[in-house]
């Protein structure tokens, strides 16, 4: 029996999701009054940190299934990217523009990425 | 903190586990699609519904979406978590696997679009009848129902829908493990019994927004 370690990818993804979410229910909570926005992009941009670092250490996985990775991933972000682009629509429809509009965006599109990310990898990592 | 896999060598189900039939060959999988296509038109019918609701921006269809599809999340939620959950646990293997390879692809289009709808028509009621604006006065409720949804989303995209693909992957293999199967099903199963805890949290919430 052997054991191969890989890199938390779960647990970075799960905390990435989280801080965009933080940020989002930080701008919800305060509609239709104008907040400092500066919480929203420091959590962004953690979020945004951690997608690549989560990136970057499963590049560096040897003898990864990318083939599988891929085939994966590949379906997951355009489900993921029709989804994003439903939330994207709302927010337009409801007039929203502007730095907010911004900072929406930018978390739904590291949404639209790492959870199709997650997927892929969760299939992959059991590919022998 | 690390993901480690043991890597074993893969085994038949029937051939691991001491209650399946040990006469001849494994038992047959049924075959299945990871994705149901016959489902997608009638996801795609939703979403297209969906819009038309968002950009009527009318009372009706919006509570209909929100309502309708919000208790089915909550159905499933709970019915997943705590009937179909423990009775799984308690089936013989073979009956498990008949189980997840009818019931699983089934849920990959059913709950995200489920949770889609509910969010989405929700948001825009709440636009729509201004309950989203701090300045309503049940506004630490509606807050609370963030909180909660955001735990929900967290779980469901992290943990739900990972391991539900991964297990039916792991399923169409010709020699499927039985030790990656059981273990992303007792995650799916563990996940689904959370956001079925907070399913409660959330008919309570929605309940006090209801009566003021």
């Known amino acids: ?128 | 903190m690390t993901d480690v896999v043991t890597a074993q060598p893969p085994v038949s189900i029937a051939h691991t586990e001491p209650t399946a039939v040990s006469s001849g060959s494994p038992p047959a999988r049924p075959d299945f699609q990871i994705v149901p296509l016959k489902g997608l038109p009638i996801v795609a019918l939703i979403f297209v519904g969906l819009i038309i609701a968002i950009a009527a921006n009318k009372l009706w269809p919006l509570v209909f979406l929100h309502v309708a599809f919000g208790a089915a999340w909550t159905i499933v939620d709970l019915f997943m978590g705590f009937v179909i959950g423990p009775t799984m646990g308690k089936l013989p293997p073979p009956a498990r696997i008949e189980v997840v390879t009818r019931l699983m692809p089934k849920m990959v289009l059913i709950m995200p679009t489920v949770v889609t709808v509910t969010l989405a028509a929700g948001w825009q009621l709440g636009v729509l009848m201004g309950t989203v604006n701090s300045s309503y006065y049940n506004h630490s409720w509606i807050v609370a129902s963030y909180i909660v949804v955001g735990f929900m989303a967290v779980i469901a995209l992290g943990l739900l829908s990972p391991a539900n693909i991964a297990v039916l992957t792991e399923l169409k293999k010709p020699k499927p493990n039985p030790a990656v199967i059981q273990k992303l099903m007792k995650r799916f199963i563990f996940a689904a019994g959370f956001t079925g805890i907070l399913q409660v949290a959330i008919l309570v919430i929605m309940t006090r927004i209801r009566v003021g």
């Open chain 1, 1 to 128: 029996m052997s054991e191969r370690t890989l890199p938390p990818v779960t647990q970075l993804a799960m905390t990435s999701l989280a801080l965009i979410l933080i940020g989002g229910i930080y701008l919800a909570s305060h509609l239709p009054q104008q907040v400092p926005l500066t919480p929203a992009w420091i959590l962004l941009a953690a979020s945004a940190s951690l997608l690549a670092v989560n990136l970057i250490a499963l590049s560096r996985v040897k003898d990864f299934a990318w083939t599988k990775f891929f085939s994966v991933g590949k379906w997951a972000l355009l489900a993921y990217m029709i989804t994003a682009g439903l939330i994207e629509y709302a927010f337009l429809r409801d007039g929203l523009s502007g730095d907010p509009l911004v900072v929406l965006t930018l978390s739904i599109i590291v949404y639209a990425i790492h959870v199709p990310v997650l997927i892929a990898f969760t299939v992959a990592q059991y590919e022998q």
